[in-house]
């Protein structure tokens, strides 16, 4: 009898445990559709990489030399594709600027990168207002990254955006140091 009661306390303990602890849910962003015309519209513009998390340093050190990064998303001429430019700004202070294609998948939320076929990119909503959540995965890495409209928003927004991922086993953090200017993106 003592057992079955001991057992008991421990499953209901165990459960009132994993309520309290359980990781908090990052929905995935509903409204990148590829079957209706405004589906780019929120994702579109200039946004900031703010910080990034992932399970090991090795999946973040290409953002070792980064002090800033801008980024301009835009619609393509080409149908079911999305412009990405980029100004990197160094900690050395020079600018490496970078352009992407992001190609969309019907009925998918689901980003994949012109030229890398088994890279994934996936939206999630942020707590934090005007800001994204991007889980990158690809051959040999995964990570989140977030960006924000604004190059310094709130250091709730960081600290939220830690939690969850630490809540997910991503211990690794990296948040770029934003000390000098942004670079110009160029127009092509």
Known sequence: MFHQIWAAVLYLYG????SI?????????????VDENKFQDPHLGQWYFIAG?????EELSTFDSVDNIVFNMSASTVPMQLQLRAGIRTKNGHCVPRQWIYHLTERSTDLRTEGRPDMKT??????CPGGII????DQGYQRFLLYNRLPHPPEKCVEEFQSLTSCLDFKTFLVTPRNQETCKLSSS
Not at 15 to 18: G, K, S, V, Y
């Open 15 to 18: 459960i009132l445990f994993n």
């Open 21 to 33: 602890y359980q990781c908090p849910e990052h929905s995935q962003l509903t409204t990148l559709r």
């Open 53 to 57: 998390a992932a399970p090991t340093k």
């Open 122 to 127: 996936e939206l999630f909503s942020s707590p």
């Open 134 to 137: 991007l889980k990158e995965t």
